[in-house]
């Protein structure tokens, strides 16, 4: 069974980081792409990053750019997202999912919630 | 990255059939045939319901259809259930690598 957990929220002040953690199991975590994706409380899904298989390739909604940095342990089956110079506005529960061949995001974690807040 | 375009809400009676719009552009709906569409109740997570425009995963009930006509993408629920009520959101491929989701339209079932 394909199983995602996210790890690493929390509170963090404005200008601060953060590491989210999103442990995969059940599949070959190698072979595929990941996707960050986050939900302001109330509000839609906003697309994040996203990274392939060997992490070689990122990219980045422009929101986040030069401040979050996506990454992966293929051995730990483990990716990343390292969130610096925080903003209220990233206030968000954030989902890592996988994608598949045609761009779907077939698996979603259960998401962990981030508050950027003095 | 502009978000796709969808109603805020829309809702429908029991046995009844919906259609949601999805509006991009020339650069994400209209250039690729990569919308994806996912369901997520209060609380969880989203749900894939269809892929590729029109295709269904395992497990996805058929009375969920997805088409695609220039810039707009549609979600098509027959037969609504109560079960059916949630918010949904269109997502798709915006080219570089890259995705762009729609707003999302909160579904009621009346």
């Known amino acids: 069974e394909v199983q995602l957990v996210e790890s690493g929220g929390g509170l963090v002040q404005p200008g601060g980081s953060l590491r989210l953690s999103c442990a995969a199991s059940g599949f070959t975590f190698s072979s595929y792409w990941m996707h960050w994706v986050r939900q302001a409380p109330g509000k839609g899904l906003v697309w994040v990053s996203r990274?392939?298989?060997?992490?070689?390739?990122?990219s980045y909604a422009d929101s986040v750019k030069g401040r979050f940095t996506i990454s992966r342990d293929n051995a730990k089956n483990t990716l990343y997202l390292q969130m610096n110079s925080l903003r209220a506005e990233d206030t968000a529960v954030y989902y890592c999912a996988r994608v598949g061949k045609k761009w779907e995001l077939d698996y979603w974690g259960q998401g962990t919630l981030v508050t950027v807040s003095s | 990255q502009s978000a796709l375009t969808q109603p805020a809400s829309m809702s429908g009676s029991p046995g009844q059939s919906i259609t949601i719009s999805c509006t991009g552009t020339?650069?994400?709906?209209?250039?690729?045939?990569?919308v994806s569409w996912y369901q997520q109740h209060p609380g969880k997570a989203p749900k894939l319901m269809i892929y590729e425009g029109s295709k269904r995963p395992s497990g996805v009930s058929n009375r969920f259809s997805g088409s695609k006509s220039g810039n707009t993408a549609s979600l098509t629920i027959s037969g609504l259930q109560a079960e059916d009520e949630a918010d949904y959101y269109c997502?798709?491929?915006?080219?570089?690598?890259?995705?762009?989701f729609g707003g999302g339209t909160k579904l009621t079932v009346l």
């Open positions: 997502c798709s491929y915006a080219g570089s690598s890259t995705l762009v």
């Open positions: 990274i392939d298989s060997d992490g070689s390739s990122t």
């Open positions: 020339s650069s994400d709906v209209g250039s690729y045939n990569l």
